[in-house]
């Protein structure tokens, strides 16, 4: 039985594994996925493929009967590309360290981190502070958080929030019920009256074709004036253009954003992560898609691969099924 690792991340897991998988299972690690146009034999004996992506344009896999994500989304995985019967599986772990991001976000917003920390550093400024009757910032007790998508790492954000005296309002596309620190669920159409509530709103919701452009021009003007947005789902949630317009405009206050609308490729590895200059608006918190990549984390995702590539060796259910081709 062979296993492919396929691109960077899956070869970076499969070197991090390969001494927990099964003995009989042999391993092939291709990096970069355009060697395997030349290479059609690698996937042509696969009978599992590590990866986060498949396209219709690579050789056919035709034995595979398992595809292992390496990341929670699959929508880089053309289902219609593989054959029929594949099982689909996703890796998690990054729950709580994208939990800490998100909190993080929130009280370096609030409490003016970088400017203050920046002119402090720079310019010796004490203007901020009590010494020099400075106006006081913010802090997060007391304020509404709004989390949309109460799935693993909703469900995660909504506990640390909850603990430092945040008010917890969530939407959901299926019914979830209230508690554990949330004071009410709205269902997804609710998400009008949600918005004007809340003075963060947290994006942790699954991209599909119900949620793409979830947030357009008309939603974020439903948003408080100082509202302070936090992506870490995906950037396709989200109008790009009108997000530019609304945080350039200060029609909302501010966002931090982890994911985007481009990504780099081989040929452009310093590429911008949007069409537009984020970059030079003040109130914008940029990171390049790392919010949940932590040392915990990758060591927690390696270990579920490996229980998965086990399990299905051995014949046994498999863990973290998303659907079946």
């Not at 292992?68 to 995985?77: C, D, K, M, N």
């Not at 009590?130 to 693993?152: C, D, F, N, Q, Y």
């Not at 990171?287 to 046994?316: I, K, Q, Y």
Request: proline share 7%.
């Amino acid at each position: 039985m062979k296993a492919l690792f396929l691109g960077n991340v899956a070869a970076d897991t499969a070197n991090g594994i390969k001494d927990r998988l099964p003995s009989e299972l042999r391993v092939e690690i291709l990096p970069d996925p355009r060697d395997l146009i030349g290479r059609p034999a690698a996937a042509a004996d696969a009978d599992i493929l590590v990866t986060n992506h498949w396209r219709a344009d690579y050789p056919p896999a035709p034995r595979v009967r398992l595809v292992q994500s390496v990341a929670t989304g699959i929508e880089l995985i053309d289902l219609a590309a593989l054959p029929r019967g594949v099982a689909i599986c996703n890796a998690f772990g990054h729950e709580s360290a994208i939990a800490e991001y998100v909190l993080m976000a929130m009280l370096v917003w609030s409490h003016n981190f970088r400017e203050i920390e920046g002119a402090f550093r720079v310019h010796s400024s004490w203007r901020p502070s009590w010494v020099m009757s400075g106006a006081p910032h913010g802090e997060i007790l007391g304020k509404t958080v709004g989390i949309v998508g109460l799935g693993r790492v909703g469900r995660e954000v909504a506990r640390r929030a909850a603990a430092f005296g945040c008010r917890i309002l969530a939407a959901n596309r299926s019914p979830r019920a209230a508690g554990d620190g949330i004071a009410r669920v709205f269902p997804l159409d609710g998400l009008d009256a949600l918005l004007p509530l809340c003075d963060f709103v947290v994006l942790a919701i699954a991209l599909g074709p119900e949620t793409e452009g979830l947030f357009d021009a008309r939603r974020l003007a439903l948003m408080k004036p100082s509202a302070f947005l936090v992506n870490i789902a995906r950037g396709a949630l989200v109008d790009e253009a009108a997000l530019y317009d609304a945080l350039r405009d200060r029609r909302i206050g501010g966002a931090a954003l982890d994911v985007w609308w481009q990504y780099p490729s081989a040929a452009e590895p310093e590429r911008r992560p949007s069409r537009y200059p984020f970059h030079e608006l003040p109130n914008v918190i940029m990171t390049p898609h790392c919010s949940g990549w932590t040392d915990g984390m990758v060591a927690r995702r390696w270990a579920e691969v490996a229980e998965n590539l086990g399990r299905f060796v051995r014949g046994e259910p498999l863990a973290n099924l998303v659907t079946i081709t």
